[in-house]
């Protein structure tokens, strides 16, 4: 997790039940972006559900297939949980049926997980100012 937060620092939470990716994002993405941080990780739905309370993140990413859940099942769960949220759907691929499903279940935007992290950071930064706008 990011070493100096600032308060105008973007929160992100990442869920996902593969080790290896979240230890890449988290090393990653604060290193490309400094304004984003992630402040927590979480590889089970409990410990999603905690972070979400303590942190109160502005955004949050949920890997499609969550610990042999369907990410999109989540949404309504994250929504009721986590309002001030935006919700990112985190898959290894997209198409536009999966987009409607997720926009359906909550969640702002689909995201592959083969995007370059510019680009995640790009849409990260885009959804944290549209949501803090609503």
Not at 42 to 57: G, I, N, R
Not at 96 to 115: C, D, I, N, P
Request: proline share 4%; charged share 25%; aromatic share 2%.
């Amino acid at each position: 997790m990011a070493d100096s937060p600032t308060s105008n620092s973007i929160k992100v939470v990442v869920a996902d039940d593969a080790p290896t990716i979240l230890r890449l994002i988290e090393t990653a993405l604060p290193l490309a972006a400094p304004d984003i941080e992630i402040v927590a990780t979480a590889q089970s739905v409990e410990t999603l559900a905690k972070q979400l309370d303590e942190y109160q993140p502005d955004i949050v990413m949920v890997d499609r297939h969550f610990n042999s859940r369907d990410g999109l099942e989540l949404g309504k769960d994250l929504r009721n949980r986590a309002p001030g949220s935006a919700l990112v759907l985190w898959t290894g691929t997209a198409s536009s049926e999966l987009a409607a499903s997720a926009s359906e279940a909550g969640f702002h935007s689909v995201v592959e997980k083969s995007a370059d992290i510019e680009g995640l950071a790009q849409i990260i930064r885009s959804l944290a100012r549209a949501h803090s706008e609503e």
